[in-house]
C-alpha cells in the first residue's frame, strides 16, 4: 500500500458518523435477539482479530516503507543520481536494482547514465553486466562529499613551531556525517579515491615525521566511507623525499603511484588489509607525475616538470615503464590536458604555443612574447598620450594572445603513442574529451575572446574570457560538426 492510498483510506473516516450513547443503548439487542447475537460473536470476534492484525501489519509495512524510502532518497544524494521523472516507488526499486547488483530495470538505466554525461554502452538499453560497469566506473572516483582542512594546532618539537593536523570529513547537504583526524604534521594531502561501489575511501599525500624536515614521507590511510572509521594508515619510508602522486583501485585493493628521492618512480600494490604485494621501481629522472589513468591492461602516466616536455608513458600491471613519447618540438611547447582512447586509437587535447627560442616552465612562459610586445607598444603610446590607460590596448592584447595559443587534437596509435594525425584552431586552448550518447566523441575548445593586463594581480598576470565550441567526431574519428555552445570559461595565466 503505497502512501498516498493510506491517505485516501485514512481521511475516509473523517467523514463516518461516529455513533453517540443514546444510538448505543436503543441498538441493544433484546433477549429473542441474544442467543444469535452469541451465535455470532466468536466469528465476529475473529473478523475484529483479523482486522487488528491487518491494520498493525500495516503500520508496520508504512514504517518499513517510509524507511526504504529515507534510505534511497539518501543513497540517490550522495552518489548525486537524479529522481527527475521517477514516482517514491520508482526511487525505491531502483535503489534496490542497484544495491543488490541486478542492474535489471531501464529506469536503472536511464538514472546512471545520466550522471555519467555522454557515457554510452553502445546500445539503447544497456545489459545488467554492461550497465554494473558503468556504476562500477561512476563510483571509482574522487568525486564526492568529502573534504579536509588544516587544523589551527601548531606545536613547538626540537625548537620548530610544526603546522597543524589534518582533518578528513564527509559532508551531505552542509551536514557533516563524520570527520576523523589525520594526525601528520608538516604535510598535506595530496586527494581521495572513492572505490569498491563506495564503500571505502582511500586519502593519501605527504608528511614529515621530523620537525627538522630532513625527510619527506607518504602515506595512505584508508577509511570505512559509511563510518568515518580508520581501518588502516601505511606510511612510506624508503626514501628520504616520498611522495603519494595518484592512487587508483585495483582488483586486489590499491595501486599506489609514487615519487622516490626526484628520480624514481615508485609503483605499489597494496591489498584491502593495507599490506604490500607487490613493487616496482624505475629510475625516470626529475619529472612529476601529473595524471594517472587505466588503459589497456594497465595504465597511462603523464609525466611533466612544470608542464615541460610533456610526456606520456605507459605502465604495465606489474609496474614497468614502456618506451614513452613526448610532444614537444624544437620550435611548439604542447601541454596535454586530456586524453581518451576511443575506436582503438588515442586521442589527446592540447594547446601549442611557440617558445619564441625559450624553454617554457610555467603558465607564465607561455605570455612572455606576448607581454613584451603588449608592453613595448604601451609605452610607445603612453607616451605620446600620458592619459591614455592601458585598457584602450586590450584589443590588440587580444589579438597578440590569439596569435600565441592554438588548440590541438592530436590522434595517436595507440601502442606506439605516435601522432598519425592532428586538428588545429587557432586563437584557441584546448578543452576535455567525453563521449555523447550517441556514441560520438566531443572535443571542447575555449576560444580567446576577451583579455585584460593585470600586473597587480598575483595569481596571473593576463585575465580573460573564452567561449567555448563543441566538435563532434562520429565513430571512425571523422569530424561532423563544430557549435558554439555560448558557454563562457575564465582565462588566466
Known amino acids: ?239 628520504r623525499h616520498f611522495s603519494v602522486s595518484a592512487v587508483l583501485p585495483s582488483e586486489e585493493g590499491l595501486v599506489a603511484f609514487c615519487r622516490g628521492d626526484l628520480e624514481n618512480f615508485v609503483f605499489v600494490k597494496l591489498d584491502l588489509s593495507g599490506d604490500i604485494i607487490h613493487k616496482n621501481v624505475t629510475e625516470i629522472g626529475n619529472k612529476g607525475i601529473w595524471n594517472v589513468a587505466n588503459f589497456e591492461d594497465g595504465y597511462i602516466m603523464q609525466l611533466g616538470s612544470y608542464q615541460q616536455n610533456e610526456k606520456l608513458v605507459k605502465v604495465s600491471d606489474e609496474g614497468e615503464i614502456s618506451d614513452g613519447f613526448s610532444y614537444s618540438s624544437e620550435d611548439t611547447a604542447y601541454f596535454i590536458t586530456d586524453m581518451m582512447e576511443y575506436g582503438g586509437k588515442l586521442y589527446l587535447s592540447a594547446y601549442a604555443v611557440p617558445k619564441n627560442g625559450r624553454e617554457i616552465v610555467s603558465g607564465h612562459g607561455e605570455i612572455v612574447s606576448v607581454l613584451d610586445e603588449i608592453i613595448d607598444m604601451y609605452m610607445i603610446e603612453i607616451g605620446e598620450h600620458p592619459d591614455a590607460g592601458f585598457g584602450l590596448y586590450a584589443e590588440n592584447l587580444t589579438e597578440k594572445l590569439r596569435e600565441n595559443y592554438t588548440a590541438v587534437l592530436l590522434v595517436c596509435d595507440s601502442e606506439s603513442g605516435r601522432p598519425s594525425e592532428f586538428y588545429s584552431i587557432e586563437g584557441s586552448v584546448c578543452g576535455e574529451l567525453s563521449i555523447n550518447e550517441d556514441g560520438e566523441m566531443l572535443w571542447e575548445t575555449e576560444y580567446i575572446s576577451d583579455s585584460y593586463y593585470s600586473p597587480a594581480t598575483s595569481s596571473f598576470s593576463i585575465g580573460g574570457a573564452c567561449h567555448v565550441y563543441r566538435h563532434t567526431f562520429d565513430k571512425k574519428g571523422d569530424l561532423i560538426s563544430s557549435e558554439k555552445t555560448g558557454e563562457v570559461t575564465d582565462f588566466r595565466r
Open 1 to 239: 500500500m503505497n502512501k498516498k492510498e493510506i491517505k485516501r483510506i485514512l481521511s475516509g473516516f473523517d467523514r463516518v458518523d461516529m455513533p453517540n450513547k443514546d444510538k448505543i443503548l436503543s441498538s441493544c439487542p433484546n433477549a429473542e435477539e441474544k442467543a444469535s447475537v452469541r451465535k455470532g460473536t466468536g466469528k465476529r470476534n475473529a473478523l475484529i482479530l483479523a482486522v487488528a492484525v491487518a491494520a498493525l501489519l500495516a503500520l508496520v509495512g508504512c514504517a518499513a516503507e517510509v524507511k526504504e524510502y529515507n534510505d534511497a532518497v539518501t543513497f540517490f544524494e550522495e552518489y548525486s543520481l537524479s529522481t527527475d521523472n521517477l514516482s517514491r516507488s520508482e526511487i525505491k526499486k531502483v535503489y534496490r536494482d542497484i544495491i543488490t547488483e541486478q542492474f535489471a530495470l531501464e529506469q536503472t538505466a536511464v538514472v546512471i547514465l545520466d550522471q555519467v554525461k555522454g557515457y554510452v554502452v553502445g546500445v539503447s538499453v544497456p545489459s545488467s553486466e554492461e550497465l554494473k560497469k558503468v556504476w562500477d566506473d561512476l563510483t571509482v572516483s574522487n568525486d564526492g562529499p568529502y573534504s579536509w582542512y588544516y587544523l589551527d594546532n601548531e606545536i613547538e618539537e626540537e625548537g620548530i613551531i610544526r603546522s597543524g593536523e589534518m582533518m578528513f570529513f564527509k559532508i551531505i547537504d552542509c551536514e557533516v556525517i563524520w570527520e576523523n583526524k589525520i594526525p601528520l604534521r608538516d604535510g598535506y594531502v595530496e586527494d581521495y579515491v572513492l572505490f569498491k561501489k563506495g564503500k571505502y575511501v582511500a586519502v593519501y599525500g605527504v608528511y614529515s615525521p621530523s620537525a627538522r624536515g630532513s625527510k619527506n614521507c607518504g602515506f595512505i590511510e584508508l577509511f570505512d566511507a559509511e563510518s568515518g572509521e580508520s581501518l588502516w594508515r601505511k606510511i612510506f619510508d624508503d626514501y
